[in-house]
């Protein structure tokens, strides 16, 4: 499978990657996309961070991030869920200078069945909230990815893409969230987002809910969908996020059946 791993990204825990998953990254040479919870950061402290960022770096894998995003609102109504989800993001951010991430993928949050009534607020606190932490990448070779989830199409990141008008904050394309929570096709994602597009997610579902399956397993067209963002000459970060290591070695089995690795 290394011949597919050392193209893309793969969703690791940073507590598998500080317990018992480093060996297999190294091994197989898989680049990470370090996911990060509440609890690695309450857990884990610089040491432990710095140790793992030397082991990657020494081995020449190549780096992203995920930043927390459970109960977490970048543009809360209330302010203090809206500090509380700033220092959350913060933490993460600080460790840029360790890692050196190509990207970090983050969640504005919108639902609209959530801030009904209150999108313009929302749109202005997110503003708040994201270029607090916009100083953290200037200079690096580091993007932001907004990622979808419960947003359903693009008209609803657009606004916030548009008000922060950066080459630093890029879209990441969630299929599997697009498939299950989304209201609008993939080309009409990338139609509307696809010059900012930065990152995607690659993991499949039955288009009910967030099953995280392996490519194949599910019904979203994903050579379709990799053609079309190869006919747009777009060259986004391609992440799986398998959330075991069987699912892992399905998905790469799929990749290589369905003749995707042309794509990568």
Same mark, same amino acid.
């Given at each position: ?68 995003? /459970? ?176 699912? /892992? ?16």
């Amino acid at each position: 499978m290394r011949e597919i791993w050392e193209k893309i990204q793969v969703h690791v825990p940073f507590y598998r990657l500080r317990t018992d998953l480093m060996a297999m990254v190294l091994r197989e040479g898989i680049n990470p996309e370090i996911a990060f919870s509440h609890r690695d950061l309450d857990r884990y402290g610089p040491d432990d961070f710095r140790e793992v960022a030397d082991r990657l770096a020494a081995a020449g894998r190549s780096v992203t991030f995920h930043a927390p995003f /459970l109960d977490l609102r970048p543009g809360a109504i209330e302010p203090r869920i809206r500090q509380v989800t700033v220092d959350r993001l913060r933490r993460v951010f600080e460790l840029i200078p360790l890692f050196l991430p190509r990207a970090i993928v983050c969640h504005p949050s919108f639902d609209e069945k959530y801030y009904i009534s209150c999108e313009q607020a929302w749109l202005e606190n997110s503003l708040e909230t994201w270029r607090s932490l916009l100083g953290y990448v200037l200079g690096t070779e580091t993007i932001i990815a907004m990622e979808n989830v419960y947003e359903r199409g693009p008209h609803q990141i657009l606004p916030l893409l548009d008000a922060l008008d950066s080459p630093l904050v890029r879209f990441c394309f969630d299929a599997g969230h697009a498939n299950a929570f989304g209201g609008a096709e993939y080309t009409e994602w990338l139609e509307q987002l696809g010059s900012r597009l930065g990152e995607v997610h690659v993991h499949d579902n039955n288009g009910v809910t967030d099953e995280h399956l392996p490519v194949g397993e599910g019904n979203f067209p994903f050579r379709e969908f990799l053609a079309e963002v190869r006919q747009r000459n777009l060259a986004p970060i391609l992440t799986v996020e398998s959330h075991s290591e069987e699912s /892992l070695l399905r998905m790469g089995g799929n990749i290589r059946g369905m003749g995707l690795l042309e794509f990568l």
